[in-house]
């Protein structure tokens, strides 16, 4: 890994063959989960990016994909969860299986938000998929079909998951040493 970002590594939780078993293992469930059907996977920006990259080239069966850009309303955002999006799918879902994949679910108030949004636009079905869950902080009850990673109450980087927008390029998952 580039050695600059791997110097501010702590700890690797997830090295580059854990996530890919990972994302296999995520992308069979799904695989035997809608055998028939239009599938939409809806990647949520950018955080989500790296992993759907991967998820995708995973999946046998063919699928749509489209993406959606979500961000929190100020500093009050963890309380009162506003979250507005910057950038909304380009297509209607109604009547098509939708699968929202996230890179991280924290609090839960981004996904929650979303989940409702898209629902309101009737599709036949919505799922989440995450690759990692901190149960930790949660504030809304969210039930998420496909969890890759449960993880403690740690601020983790790298495969797409960002600090100030760095390590989003460093291949595995970890905990850096400053914030
Ligand atoms: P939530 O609305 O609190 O669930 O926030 C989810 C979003 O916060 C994720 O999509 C990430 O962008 C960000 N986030 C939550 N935890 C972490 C972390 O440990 N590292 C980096 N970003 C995180
Ligand atoms: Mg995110």
């Given at each position: 890994?580039?050695?600059?970002?791997?110097?501010?590594?702590?700890?690797?939780?997830?090295?580059?063959?854990?996530?890919?078993?990972?994302?296999?293992?995520?992308?069979?469930?799904?695989?035997?989960?809608?055998?028939?059907?239009?599938?939409?996977?809806?990647?949520?920006?950018?955080?989500?990016?790296?992993?759907?990259?991967?998820?995708?080239?995973?999946?046998?069966?063919?699928?749509?994909?489209?993406?959606?850009?979500?961000?929190?309303?100020?500093?009050?955002?963890?309380?009162?969860?506003?979250?507005?999006?910057?950038?909304?799918?380009?297509?209607?879902?109604?009547?098509?299986?939708?699968?929202?994949?996230?890179?991280i679910v924290d609090?839960?108030?981004?996904?929650?938000?979303?989940?409702?949004?898209?629902?309101?636009?009737?599709?036949?079905?919505?799922?989440?998929?995450t690759l990692l869950d901190k149960p930790?902080?949660r504030?809304?009850?969210l039930?998420i079909?496909?969890s890759g990673y449960v993880i403690?109450?740690?601020?983790?980087?790298?495969?797409?998951?960002?600090?100030?927008?760095?390590?989003?390029?460093?291949?595995?998952?970890?905990?850096?040493?400053?914030?």
């Amino acid at each position: 890994m580039n050695e600059e970002m791997k110097d501010e590594i702590r700890e690797v939780l997830f090295d580059e063959e854990a996530i890919a078993k990972k994302v296999s293992e995520l992308a069979d469930r799904i695989d035997r989960d809608y055998k028939t059907g239009n599938l939409l996977l809806v990647c949520v920006l950018k955080g989500a990016s790296v992993f759907f990259a991967d998820l995708i080239r995973k999946i046998k069966r063919p699928v749509s994909i489209d993406f959606i850009s979500a961000s929190s309303y100020g500093m009050s955002s963890e309380t009162t969860g506003a979250v507005k999006i910057d950038k909304d799918l380009d297509y209607p879902v109604e009547g098509v299986d939708v699968i929202i994949v996230e890179d991280i679910v924290d609090t839960g108030l981004t996904l929650k938000y979303l989940t409702e949004n898209i629902r309101s636009r009737k599709p036949k079905s919505l799922e989440i998929c995450t690759l990692l869950d901190k149960p930790a902080r949660r504030r809304v009850e969210l039930d998420i079909k496909y969890s890759g990673y449960v993880i403690p109450d740690e601020f983790v980087v790298g495969y797409g998951i960002d600090y100030a927008e760095k390590f989003r390029n460093l291949p595995v998952i970890g905990v850096p040493k400053q914030l």
